[in-house]
T-cell receptor, first 113, second 116 residues
């Protein structure tokens, strides 16, 4: 079956620091990959996605590249802000699983001024 | 336009009672998913609807859990004889169709269920 493993954190950074949150996956098919973000007190929002190998998803300064050879989709941002403090979830979906999302356990990011 | 809405936002119930959770998807979205978010288990899939049919119920944890969708729109998740381990945030998501990751799932704010 499908599974997603991500670093669990918590991760605490100072403003303007570089961020990496690692994510690796196991899938039987050819999945699409996602990063979702949950800001304090809010619902889950899609941050970025990639649907095939070597695609790069990007949004709000965040990037992640679909690496089939390493089955990874690491999230990066060059300079984090206090407003990026949130829980980040890596996820995948594929046709064989009716496109339901399989999530990692989430990484809590706190950015201090 | 309006996003996915869920009601109630919070529900406190006593062990053994039945509860109903409601999801209003984005208008025109044919695919609807229920997930559960709990501290111990993270985010787990429960059930998937395409229109009014549920081709994938594989995530429902027991036969106390059931769901229906009517008119291709509103969905209700029912938990019978609630147990303390049912305490979690229940999330609903909808997408235009279920298709290859090219259709984003939009999530509602969730219903926080507490079973005393």
């Amino acid at each position: 079956g499908n599974s997603v493993t991500q670093m669990e954190g918590p991760v605490t950074l100072s403003e303007e620091a570089f961020l990496t949150i690692n994510c690796t996956y196991t899938a039987t098919g050819y999945p699409s990959l996602f990063w979702y973000v949950q800001y304090p007190g809010e619902g889950l929002q899609l941050l970025l996605k990639a649907t095939k190998a070597d695609d790069k998803g990007s949004n709000k300064g965040f990037e992640a590249t679909y690496r089939k050879e390493t089955t990874s989709f690491h999230l990066e941002k060059g300079s984090v802000q206090v407003s990026d403090s949130a829980v980040y979830f890596c996820a995948l979906s594929d046709q064989g699983s009716n496109y339901k999302l399989t999530f990692g356990k989430g990484t809590l990011l706190t950015v201090n001024p | 336009g309006a996003g996915v809405s869920q009601s109630p936002s919070n529900k406190v119930t006593e062990k053994g009672k039945d509860v109903e959770l409601r999801c209003d998807p984005i208008s025109g979205h044919t695919a609807l998913y229920w997930y559960r978010q709990s501290l111990g288990q993270g985010l787990e899939f429960l059930i998937y609807f395409q229109g009014n049919s549920a081709p994938d119920k594989s995530g429902l944890p027991s036969d106390r859990f059931s769901a229906e969708r009517t008119g291709g729109s509103v969905s209700t998740l029912t938990i019978q004889r609630t147990q303390q381990e049912d305490s979690a945030v229940y999330l609903c998501a909808s997408s235009l169709v279920a298709g290859g990751g090219t259709d984003t799932q939009y999530f509602g704010p969730g219903t926080r269920l507490t079973v005393l």
